[in-house]
């Protein structure tokens, strides 16, 4: 049976470059062997001095690494921050950019249903890609020592913003995202509501009768909202007219919503004959209800917040 | 009033530097790793074997040291021992480490006055 500090030095040796092994193996023996025999003399039974000396000497790995000069991290301070900002940049970048060519794509094909889903997925698999092959290219640079050549930080690379951004960019990056999502939803629901008819096709989630006045009239909302976005970001924080703007853009949206939830005239006949359980009027008033409820906590809370914000931190 | 936890840290920053000089001190008169573990520790510089055993082999790549096996004794043991280049070396480092202790002083007694 090999004893434990046999297979302490093994386990040593296991990660020390090879042409080194037999010497730092006789030494690191030799070296075991004598603070055994010190902790021996000094009165300790012979296998629990043989413990404390291997469990003083750690673990096995770390000591090899610091024979062989290795680092025990995966990208050091050297590489890390220009680690990160390649992430960030690739990261923010390619993935939503091949999500949505693939998604089109996939829908110019003549399956609209299956694009979103699609090009979401894609969307994941590039970002998964993306982060393993750059992480792996840094950490090998770590390991062999790769000069970088980059130009030395100086002060004309300081942000011009103001110091005190509230509004960042990937929260603005979001918001505009998302509106143009709803923007862009609101005239495919029409053709492309996922839900079909009984004679083919697709039923339109919103009652088309809308189009004459009130959804032109949302989509213009929802458009101002967008340049209140952007306001917003160049602004770089919550301002008095910003906040103003705001609670209009909102309001204007929130009270044609509710009221036509209320009076029934929101969601399309058709669609809700489509499905037996919303076409009870109770089970109507319910939906109806929660979703009046539910847009006018929203509306509250996204002005509460744009004014919580503006007088927590003034120009 | 600092915790124990940042004393340590402190502490152990400043004394980093200082096991390389007492080695290149020590080794003037040849020895093997647990002997000089030894002598550094009862001579008021504590190291730990693992970070010891591995800096010996480090000095002596960077040529700061020499070695020899030794086989006469019961079990071969490896003898280490300050190079000429080792030498140089430890005269600057020594010479700066002074200079450190008079700038200190130096710096403490502007202080107070």
């Known amino acids: 049976m090999t004893s434990l500090t046999d297979r302490y030095v093994a386990a040593t040796l296991r990660s020390v470059p090879a042409q080194r092994r037999d010497e730092i193996a006789a030494e690191l023996r030799g070296s075991i062997e004598d603070m055994i025999e010190g902790r021996s003399a000094a009165g300790e039974d012979a296998g629990a001095a043989e413990r404390s000396v291997l469990t003083e000497l750690g673990n096995p790995a770390q000591l090899a690494a610091r024979y062989s000069d290795r680092r025990l991290q995966l990208i050091g301070p050297t590489y890390y921050l220009v680690w990160e900002r390649l992430m960030k940049v690739l990261l923010s970048s390619v993935p939503p950019i091949v999500g949505v060519v693939f998604g089109l794509v996939k829908a110019a094909d003549g399956d609209p249903g299956g694009a979103v889903g699609a090009g979401i997925g894609v969307a994941i698999e590039v970002a998964v890609q993306v982060a393993f092959w750059v992480t792996l290219a840094f950490a090998v640079m770590e390991r062999t020592n790769t000069a970088l050549n980059l130009p030395e930080w100086t002060v004309d690379q300081l942000p011009r913003d103001h110091p005190n951004r509230q509004i960042t960019l990937p929260d603005s990056a979001a918001a505009i995202g998302w509106l143009v999502l709803v923007i862009a939803y609101l005239p495919l629901q029409h053709f492309w509501s996922f839900i079909p008819a009984r004679d083919g096709g697709n039923v339109p989630l919103l009652d088309p009768a809308l189009w004459s006045f009130w959804l032109p009239f949302l989509l213009a909302v929802l458009v101002a909202n967008l340049g209140i976005e952007i306001a917003k970001y160049r602004a770089g924080r919550w301002t008095w007219p910003l906040i103003a703007a705001n609670a209009v853009v909102n309001i204007a949206f929130a009270v044609p919503v509710c009221w036509l939830l209320l009076t029934d005239r929101l969601l399309s006949p058709e669609f809700v004959a489509r499905f037996e359980w919303l076409g009870q009027p109770d089970n109507l008033d319910t939906v109806a209800n929660v979703s009046v409820v539910v847009t006018i906590v929203i509306v509250l809370w996204s002005i509460t917040d744009s004014v919580l914000r503006c007088r927590r931190n003034p120009a | ?113």
């Open chain 2, 1 to 113: 009033m600092p915790t124990d936890e940042i004393l340590r840290i402190h502490l152990q920053e400043l004394r980093r530097g200082t096991v390389v000089v007492a080695s290149l001190v020590a080794l003037r008169r040849p020895d093997y790793g647990y002997a000089l573990l030894q002598h550094l520790t009862s001579n008021g510089f504590p190291v730990d074997a693992n970070t010891l055993y591995p800096l010996l082999r480090r000095l002596e790549e960077q040529g700061l040291l020499t070695s020899e096996w030794n086989t006469e004794e019961k079990r071969p043991r490896k003898f280490y021992r300050t190079s000429d280049e080792g030498e140089t070396v430890l005269t600057r480092l020594l010479a700066d480490m002074a200079d450190v202790q008079t700038s200190m002083t130096a710096l403490i007694e502007g202080v107070d006055r």
